[in-house]
Each structure stands twice: as structure tokens, then as C-alpha cells.
């Protein structure tokens, strides 16, 4: 006769409740594992992308929290500027800059202490300062990531995509000093101006390249250098002059191109101070200048007595990639990657790179300003800002 089996029912029992349980907790610790991997590479590649992953973790609360959506109601009365921080709209005013979800939500809220306060936003980093004060801070579409006190009050600043940045005050002892910080406030490199006063900044990628405006006057005449530098060395890499023009933006682009737009020409320079390519344009005609991340730049100027705006875009390589025109004088230009945006009262033409019309917005009311937003337009309508 077969012997037979004695069967437990409790550790059967046991063994499916084990089971159950593997299968309960077995998601949440692969999740675990996959953000652990994610914060130990970021550790390797830097704080910047430890702070994108926090956004995005942080962001996955809106998902469940929605906001209103779009149009989204100003408070007109403390309303500065609107800007672009990442994929997310950030609006500045005078007591504080709020970052919006893609449901125009409240994602991130930052106090400020100046009502004259300046956005320079650089991929998912915004760096705020006033040329009233001396305090920079620097922010996340999430998060304060820290504040630093100049020595003296900041009348420019850049941002690079690694989290560096550069500021330029002024002294009793020089017109300008130009300091770049690492992304973790670290003074790595000074360069102390006698003559000129330091009108705009543009570091590269990895912030180890600066490019400067310098403005002067002599004999009654104004005069620009542009500079570049190596944060390595104290001797600048270019140097060059420019009689006779005032020059308000400069580009480090991605490609190691410099490009300055002033108001009677845009230059287009290689890092040792050689001109690649110029376009000129008649005295006080420039109306707008657009530089996106990467460097490509828009500028749009005068024709024909202001019948006509010539717009003209030169790529990060400092090619330029086209030339049109558009009837009378926009009320705004804005630019970022490969997308024109022209308003004109109630209407937004946007453009390819290569200057194809791709689309006709027709709006409510006439648009005062724009921004391109992860290749959205973005426009303020009276109150409102307008999600394209």
C-alpha cells in the first residue's frame, strides 16, 4: 500500500501569502531601484541633473492636482514679464516669480525681495537678479537652489546649461568686473575692467568659455569690444573692436560661435575674435533680438522707413539659415529652436528656421508679448497669458 503524504496546510498558507506580498511590494521596490540608479548617475554627472530629476519627480503631483488651464489670469498689477524655464512657463512680478504646470497650476512659488528683478532662464534653471541690489538667486521649476550676495550691485549676469554662472558690478576701483561662478558658487574665474562698462555676458555650455560686451566712448564716440575668455587663463582668447556701434546681446553659441547684435549690425565671430559673417542694417533701425539656449539668434530691424521689419535668423554654427520680411513693425519677435513667432495686433505668424510660414494664429486681443515654450507659443493678451 503507497505511504501516504501528510500535506501542511500552514506552510501552504504561508508560501501563497509570500507570494502575494512579492507581488504586492515587488512595483514599488523596481521603482525605488530605477529613482536610486537615477540619483546615483545624476550624483556622477552633476547637481543640474540631480535638480531635473527632483522636477520631474516633484512635477508627477500635478498629474493628480490640475490647475484651471489656460488662459491663465494675470495679477496685472504686480505683473513684470513672462519667460520660459524648462518646458514650463515661469511669470515674474515685482514680489516673486511662480512657475505654472501644463494646467497653468501653481508648481513652484519663490518670494523676492526687489521689484526690479531680471530672469535669465538656461534649460530647467532660471537665475534672478536686480541691477538695484546684489543678490543673486538661482531656482529650479521646483525649488530655491540657492542665493549668493555680489560685491557689488549686478548690472549683468549669464547662465550656462552646467549651472554656471557669471556676473559683472561695478567698483570704485573698475568700471566693470566679470566673475564666473561654478554650479556650486565657486568663484573660478575674475577679469577687472578699467575703461568699459560691461553690458552683456554669455558663457558656453560647460561654462568654461565667456564672451563679453564691453562699451565705451572716445572722443564723443561710442565704441564696443567684444571679448572672449578661457576661465583658465587671465588673457583673453579674442579681443576686437568696434567703432561707431553699440552692440546689446552676445551669444556663445553650442557650436563655439560668437554672435553680438547691435543697433546698426549683427557680427558673427569664430572664438578668436575672426569675422565669420556681418549684417548691417542702418543706424537705430534694430527692433528686436531673439538667442535661445543653443545660441541661434533672430534679429529684426527697420525697412523702408519702418514700412517693412526685415527678420534674420543665424543658426548656433553662425549660418544664416533665412532672410524675409514682414509688413510694418511687429509688436513683438520672439524665437527658440526652430520656430519664429512675428505678432502683429490680433495675429501670430509663426515661421519655420528656414523661413517657411507654418502657421496663422488669430487671437482674441492684440498680443503684447510672447515666449516659445518646448516649442509651444506662449503670448500675454491684456490679463491673460494664451496657450497656443
Not at 117 to 124: A, G, R, T
Not at 161 to 174: H, I, L, Q, R, V
Not at 229 to 246: E, H, I, N, Q, Y
Not at 308 to 337: E, H, L, N
Request: glycine letters at 8%; hydrophobic letters at 40%.
Amino acid at each position: 500500500m503507497a505511504e501516504k503524504k501528510i500535506v501542511s496546510l500552514a506552510k501552504i498558507r504561508n508560501k501563497i501569502t509570500l507570494k502575494k506580498v512579492f507581488r504586492i511590494i515587488r512595483i514599488p521596490v523596481v521603482v525605488l531601484a530605477v529613482v536610486a540608479a537615477l540619483f546615483l548617475s545624476a550624483r556622477l554627472l552633476g547637481n543640474v541633473a540631480v535638480s531635473n530629476i527632483t522636477d520631474g519627480i516633484r512635477e508627477i503631483k500635478t498629474v493628480f492636482s490640475r490647475g484651471e488651464g489656460y488662459p491663465y489670469q494675470l495679477d496685472t498689477f504686480n505683473y513684470r514679464k513672462s519667460f520660459a524655464i524648462g518646458n514650463r512657463p515661469l511669470i515674474l512680478h515685482n514680489d516673486s516669480s511662480k512657475v505654472l504646470s501644463s494646467s497653468a497650476g501653481d508648481l513652484f512659488y519663490l518670494p523676492l525681495d526687489y521689484a526690479d528683478s531680471k530672469v535669465i532662464s538656461k534649460k530647467s534653471r532660471a537665475l534672478i537678479y536686480s541691477n538695484s541690489a546684489n543678490k543673486i538667486v538661482i531656482q529650479s521649476k521646483t525649488e530655491k537652489l540657492g542665493e549668493f550676495t555680489e560685491e557689488g550691485t549686478v548690472v549683468a549676469a549669464a547662465l550656462a546649461k552646467n549651472g554656471s554662472f557669471a556676473t559683472s558690478y561695478s567698483n570704485e576701483d573698475y568700471q566693470s568686473v566679470l566673475s564666473v561662478y561654478n554650479s556650486r558658487f565657486k568663484k573660478i574665474f575674475q577679469w577687472n575692467c578699467s575703461q568699459e562698462r560691461i553690458a552683456d555676458i554669455s558663457l558656453s555650455g560647460n561654462g568654461k568659455k565667456v564672451a563679453l560686451i564691453a562699451v565705451g566712448t572716445e572722443n564723443a564716440e561710442i565704441y564696443t569690444r567684444l571679448l572672449v575668455f578661457d576661465t583658465g587663463s587671465s588673457k583673453p582668447m579674442a579681443d576686437v573692436r568696434f567703432d561707431g556701434t553699440l552692440f546689446l546681446r552676445v551669444a556663445y553659441t553650442t557650436s563655439g560661435r560668437v554672435i553680438a547684435a547691435g543697433d546698426n549690425r549683427t557680427v558673427v565671430l569664430n572664438k578668436k575674435g575672426e569675422l565669420l559673417d556681418e549684417l548691417v542694417y542702418s543706424e537705430d533701425s534694430l527692433c528686436a533680438i531673439c538667442v535661445d539656449g543653443n545660441g541661434n539668434t533672430v534679429v529684426g530691424f527697420k525697412e523702408f522707413g519702418g514700412s517693412k521689419t526685415g527678420i534674420v535668423r543665424f543658426s548656433a554654427s553662425g549660418r544664416k539659415t533665412c532672410t524675409f520680411s514682414v509688413d510694418g513693425v511687429p509688436d513683438c519677435i520672439v524665437a527658440d529652436g526652430g520656430r519664429i513667432a512675428v505678432a502683429t495686433d490680433a495675429e501670430i505668424a509663426v515661421y519655420s528656421s528656414g523661413g517657411k510660414q507654418t502657421k496663422d494664429i488669430q487671437t482674441d486681443n492684440p498680443v503684447s508679448e510672447m515666449f516659445i515654450c518646448s516649442g509651444t507659443v506662449y503670448s500675454v493678451q491684456g490679463t491673460s497669458v494664451v496657450k497656443h
